[in-house]
T-cell receptor, first 110, second 115 residues
Framework: DTAVSQTPKYLVTQMGNDKSIKCEQN?????MYWYKQDSKKFLKIMFS???????INETVPNRFSPKSPDKAHLNLHINSLELGDSAVYFC?????????FGPGTRLTVL | AQSVAQPEDQVNVAEGNPLTVKCTYSVSGNPYLFWYVQYPNRGLQFLLKYITGDNLVKGSYGFEAEFNKSQTSFHLKKPSALVSDSALYFCAVRGPNTNAGKSTFGDGTTLTVKP
């Protein structure tokens, strides 16, 4: 299937741990994103990459570090997890302004 | 800076009735406007977009939206609602020169269609 995929779907971890979320798109898009959706369902952009280069960093704490090994992949690594990091994280890619979202990773920090 | 307002947190309609989900925007230049739908425990799905041309755009699942430049609005409509339309709807905007195509999303409107 052509799509944006991300793993894992669920992530439950303790405060202070480090975790990663992987994302891949096979749509051939140049631009990829990470979005955070909080418990009130508000959606906020975190990062945007264009052809493996960071374009947007929306004042996200340094504990969050995206990595794009190639334009089809954009992974998100989070250090020293905090309770407030609990949210659903969506990877996405875009073409002609239309954003295609992955299924989301629900991160719960205990 | 670009912004989107969805003035209603919740919209309730009866099945078979018309529905409207409101959206107003602010952006420099001509807007690119989008609607997305999010079903429970799923990612957002693209519904429709306006970039140029006819002010009434048609999208997936029988939805349409009307671009009104003077009112800076892009309301989502459907003539006859279905229970399966119940979901969270997001309006989004970007400007023509927005860096790397960054869209700004509204806070979402929960649509509930009752049988």
């Amino acid at each position: 299937d052509t799509a944006v995929s991300q793993t894992p779907k669920y992530l439950v971890t303790q405060m202070g741990n480090d975790k990663s979320i992987k994302c891949e798109q096979n749509l051939g898009h140049d631009t990829m994103y990470w979005y955070k959706q909080d418990s009130k369902k508000f959606l906020k952009i975190m990062f945007s990459y264009n052809n493996k280069e960071l374009i947007i960093n929306e004042t996200v704490p340094n504990r969050f570090s995206p990595k794009s090994p190639d334009k089809a992949h954009l992974n998100l690594h989070i250090n020293s997890l905090e309770l407030g990091d609990s949210a659903v994280y969506f990877c996405a890619s875009s073409q002609a302004g239309v954003v295609f979202f992955g299924p989301g990773t629900r991160l719960t920090v205990l | 800076a670009q912004s989107v307002a969805q003035p209603e947190d919740q919209v309730n309609v009866a099945e078979g009735n018309p529905l409207t989900v409101k959206c107003t925007y602010s952006v420099s230049g001509n807007p690119y406007l989008f609607w997305y739908v999010q079903y429970p425990n799923r990612g957002l799905q693209f519904l429709l977009k306006y970039i140029t041309g006819d002010n009434l755009v048609k999208g997936s699942y029988g939805f349409e939206a009307e671009f009104n430049k003077s009112q800076t609005s892009f309301h989502l409509k459907k003539p006859s609602a279905l229970v399966s339309d119940s979901a969270l709807y997001f309006c989004a905007v970007r400007g023509p020169n927005t860096n790397a195509g960054k869209s700004t999303f509204g806070d979402g409107t929960t649509l509930t269609v009752k049988p």
